[in-house]
């Protein structure tokens, strides 16, 4: 049966449920549905930023995400090419001025599952196993359809895809395109935080530039690390977050180039007890993430490399600012549904809000990504020059950085 005001989330990661709490919270009907059979166990870590506690703490739910992670208080920048500090930052300041953690290193397996429960206890329908395979509108346009391969459907006011990178809503809506390969693999995993850092363990996260090669660690505990290294590679690697056998994790960090690298580096890879590889992909950011009485939000309008941190916090800022201005429209109150007029006119404020800015986030990360991995001993040189100017970062990141956690 229909229920007034219904929103069809697909996609329950991240987005999905926050977007779907955030409607509720606002009297909205919201369902979720997952192509998957459960919640996926992969991935390695989220850097929350204030934005995205800011958006959990209207729901009730920031405090308990931060007790879930560790917060990071100091960033250190180093090179591997001449061993010296590039720029060391503390983060308290910032932190205390906002009132929330600049940088929280959370699990992303112990942060989904917090969302799902969260999303779950408050009463919103989850259903798993279903895939989506179209997307269509009744007659009028006066309602929205997810059809599922399973031959079933679900109709509602309004459908959203949060559905990630290969969100099939926006294949959908815009037709089948392939996520591109960036050139780019992150080699990652868990260790077992090294006496060498234990012994004045601070909560510290530090990265070293070398030679075609990028490395950075960040405390998850008082015990235990996450580390990534960022490589440049001819062939793509899919993320398949298996588990892997002691000798085939004994291989692979055998042939990194960071595995003998010096501050710690070489200790926190060999405590691995962890480790996954995965390639970079992207899509355009669409110039229109709507059509119809459907949308897009998070990675489904606009994925991006990790390489500002951002991808999960501008998705929150979307589910956000979505919900906002749907709650703007002048009938919300007065009819039991959201007219066609309600929901053009809130769509379109949303991608005059928020694609600008994403395009401009998203692009920034790519050249991140690129400058990790600049081979040669005078390009290494300038970009390290670079870096010390900025004071372990780029500047022009940095600023952007720090406009983008005012959000949202």
């Not at 007034?4 to 989330?9: D, L, Q, W």
């Not at 015990?223 to 993320?239: F, H, K, Q, Y």
């Not at 002048?330 to 959201?338: F, I, V, Y």
């Not at 809130?346 to 990360?365: F, G, P």
Request: proline share 5%; charged share 25%.
């Amino acid at each position: 049966m229909a229920k007034s005001k219904s929103v069809i989330i697909i996609g329950c990661g991240i987005a999905g449920p926050v977007l779907a709490m955030l409607l509720k919270h606002k009297g909205f009907d919201p369902v979720i549905f997952e192509r998957h059979m459960e919640i996926q166990n992969a991935g390695l870590i989220l850097g929350v930023s204030p934005q995205t506690l800011k958006v959990l703490n209207i729901l009730g739910l920031a405090e308990g995400a931060i007790s879930l992670g560790h917060q990071v208080r100091q960033l250190i920048t180093r090179s591997q090419l001449t061993q010296e500090i590039l720029g060391s930052r503390d983060v308290s300041p910032i932190s205390q001025k906002l009132g929330w953690p600049m940088v929280l290193v959370v699990k992303r397996t112990l942060y989904c599952q917090y969302l799902y429960d969260s999303a779950v206890g408050r009463g919103i329908p989850v259903y798993f196993g279903k895939k989506v395979v179209g997307v269509e509108e009744s007659e009028g346009g006066e309602r929205v359809s997810a059809v599922f391969e399973d031959g079933t459907s679900a109709e509602g006011d309004l459908l959203v895809g949060c559905d990630g990178l290969h969100s099939a809503v926006r294949n959908a809506l815009f037709g089948k395109e392939d996520p591109r390969y960036m050139g780019l693999v992150q080699i990652g995993g868990f260790s077992r935080t090294p006496e060498s850092l234990r012994n004045d363990f601070k909560p510290t996260g530090f990265q070293i530039y070398g030679d075609g090669a990028h490395f950075i660690g960040m405390p998850v505990s008082d015990t235990e690390m996450v580390w990534a290294t960022t490589l440049p590679s001819p062939n793509e690697a899919r993320e398949d977050w298996q588990r892997r056998s002691p000798d085939e994790t004994r291989d692979m960090i055998n042939g990194l180039p960071v595995s003998r690298w010096e501050n710690g580096v070489e200790e926190v890879i060999r405590g691995t007890t962890f480790i996954t590889r995965y390639g970079l992909y992207d899509r355009p950011v669409l110039d229109t993430w709507h059509k119809g009485r459907s949308v897009l939000v998070g990675d489904a309008a606009h994925p991006t490399s990790p390489h500002m941190g951002q991808g999960a916090n501008q998705a929150l800022e979307d589910c956000y600012h979505l919900v906002r201005l749907l709650c703007k429209s002048p009938n919300l109150h007065t009819s039991d549904r959201l007219t066609s007029d309600d929901i053009e006119t809130a769509l379109t404020q949303y991608e005059h809000l928020r694609i600008d800015i994403v395009k401009k986030t998203v692009a920034l990360a790519a050249e991140e990504g690129n400058r990790r991995v600049i081979s040669g001993r005078k390009a290494c040189e300038e970009r390290d020059e670079m870096l010390r100017n900025g004071g372990g970062s780029n500047p022009e990141r940095l600023k952007l950085q720090m406009e983008l956690i005012q959000g949202p």
